[in-house]
């Protein structure tokens, strides 16, 4: 049995390049645990396809998010809306954003993000549910995004200081602002509650083409004992079921 928990990000293949019940009988037949950023209306089918999700948004939006105090009501609110649905379908992760600096200094983005957090970590501690505040790339995909670098994001955890907030560690966008990955998941992995991939350059699949070789960062992440999951988030452009079976395959350590 593996030691790493696959699942697949919906957003990659619904609706561009499989149906949804394509790509859930896709899951179940290659192996894999859960998909996620799956939309509600979809949620029973998983759990007829006996297939878990993974995680879902805890809020809106990625560019406009926890680094502003404006926006600490709506987000608690849409927070508290969300652990609710999390616990009733058995969701272990709701993903938080930084929003982008928009001219706020990464230090009081840092401490403002802590500062919403810190309002919400109470109702994900009580839910058993974990806030995952994610690392996205701003050079290339999400740019003036705050939460831009490992460390930005492992102080504000530390600034929360609750079991219940931690990093989505995103292996693709951090590559392309950071690089090292091994050796940040070996020193940080603590902060980690959640794992995505894709390919790079390009967000395609996990394979020779490109630069990240992803058999050896799984054991990475195997060996610090994680019991999370690891999501597959990477745009194919070949063959949609091959590439998610050779990447389970890939990842499957």
């Known amino acids: 049995m593996s030691a790493i928990k696959q699942s697949i990000a919906w957003w990659c293949f619904v609706p561009d390049l499989m149906t949804p019940e394509t ?12 998909v996620e950023l799956v939309p509600q209306q979809y949620w029973q089918m998983l759990k ?14 990625l560019t406009d998010g926890m680094n502003r105090r404006e926006n600490q009501a709506r987000i608690a609110q849409e927070i508290r809306a969300n652990l609710d649905l999390a616990v009733q379908w058995g969701i272990p992760n709701l993903i938080c954003f930084s929003g982008n600096r928009s001219g706020i200094s990464d230090s009081d983005g840092a401490e403002i993000t802590a500062e919403t957090l810190r309002q919400v970590a109470p109702m994900a501690e009580n839910a058993g549910v974990t806030l995952v505040l994610e690392l ?15 460390m930005w994001g492992v102080q504000v955890c530390q600034m929360v200081d609750s079991p219940r907030v931690k990093l989505l560690y995103d292996i693709y966008h951090m590559q392309i602002m950071e690089g090292d990955v091994i050796r940040t998941i070996q020193d940080n992995h603590a902060w980690f509650g959640h794992y995505h991939t894709a390919g790079n350059p390009g967000r395609h699949e996990i394979d020779e083409t490109q630069e990240l070789n992803y058999a050896p960062i799984m054991r990475a992440i195997a060996t610090t004992g994680y019991e999370g999951y690891v999501a597959q988030e990477f745009i194919p452009l070949g063959d949609p079921v091959e590439g998610l079976q050779q990447a389970f395959d890939l990842c499957n350590v």
């Open 23 to 34: 790509l859930l009988r896709t899951a179940v037949e290659i192996g894999y645990d859960a």
């Open 48 to 61: 007829d396809y006996d297939l878990k999700i993974a995680a879902m948004g805890g809020h809106a939006t």
């Open 136 to 150: 996205l790339n701003s050079k290339v995909d999400h740019p003036d995004y705050q939460c831009d670098h490992t």
